[in-house]
Each structure stands twice: as structure tokens, then as C-alpha cells.
């Protein structure tokens, strides 16, 4: 099974800066990569940033781009989003996922989506 845990949001002003985690559990096949994915009420899931298991590749949305940044630790089995410069338009529900088949900036190539983080930017 694999389960994956977000955490980090939190409700900060504009301007400001938060880092989200997400962290995989239970028994994998493989090696694979993993995105960030968020969604607003009213809004379809919008893709933020995907990175190979090697961390030889990362995608932005150019949304965030010179923004946010993607990262992760194998050896904790963690996925990380810096989010820094946040904008009210940032506003929204944060996934992670892991890629099963596809491309990497679409969430139809993920699949094991964690409950997701509420990230809340005020202005």
C-alpha cells in the first residue's frame, strides 16, 4: 500500500513564505516521480510542479515559477514545495501525487493522492 501525507499550509500574509512536506508510507514498487497539484473551490486541479525520482528533471507552472521550488529526499521518502513570494492567487488546497504513466504536468499521469494541505494567502 502507499499512502502520502501533506502538511506545511497554513494561512499566510502576501509576500510570505510556507514549505509543504509530503511524506509516502508503506511499500512501493520502484522508483517514480512525484508533483504538487492544487485546487481551488469552484476551480478544476491545477498542476504546480513535478520532480523526477532522481532529481535529474523538475516542471513548473509558469504561475509559480522563480517562486516555488520543488524538492525531495529519497531517504525519507519526502517531497518538498518551497513556496516563497506568495500571491492571494496562491489560495488553495495543495496535493501531492505520485506519477504512474504520462507526462509530468498533468494530474491524469498521477495517481495516490494524499488529503492535501489548505494554503490561505491573504492580502
Known amino acids: 500500500q502507499v499512502q502520502l501525507v501533506e502538511s506545511g499550509g497554513g494561512l499566510v500574509q502576501a509576500g510570505g513564505s510556507l514549505r509543504l512536506s509530503c511524506v509516502a508510507s508503506g511499500r512501493t514498487f520502484g522508483s517514480y516521480a512525484m508533483g504538487w497539484f492544487r485546487q481551488a473551490p469552484g476551480k478544476e486541479r491545477e498542476f504546480v510542479a513535478s520532480?523526477?525520482?532522481?532529481?535529474?528533471?523538475?516542471y513548473y507552472a509558469d504561475s509559480v515559477k522563480g517562486r516555488f521550488t520543488i524538492s525531495r529526499d529519497n531517504t525519507k521518502k519526502t517531497v518538498y514545495l518551497q513556496m516563497n513570494s506568495l500571491k492571494p492567487e496562491d489560495t488553495a488546497r495543495y496535493y501531492c501525487?505520485?506519477?504512474?504513466?504520462?507526462?509530468?504536468?498533468?494530474?491524469?499521469?498521477?495517481?495516490?493522492w494524499g488529503q492535501g494541505t489548505q494554503v490561505t494567502v491573504s492580502s
Open positions: 520532480i523526477t525520482y532522481s532529481e535529474s528533471s523538475t
Open positions: 501525487a505520485r506519477h504512474v504513466a504520462g507526462g509530468l504536468t498533468t494530474s491524469r499521469a498521477f495517481a495516490y
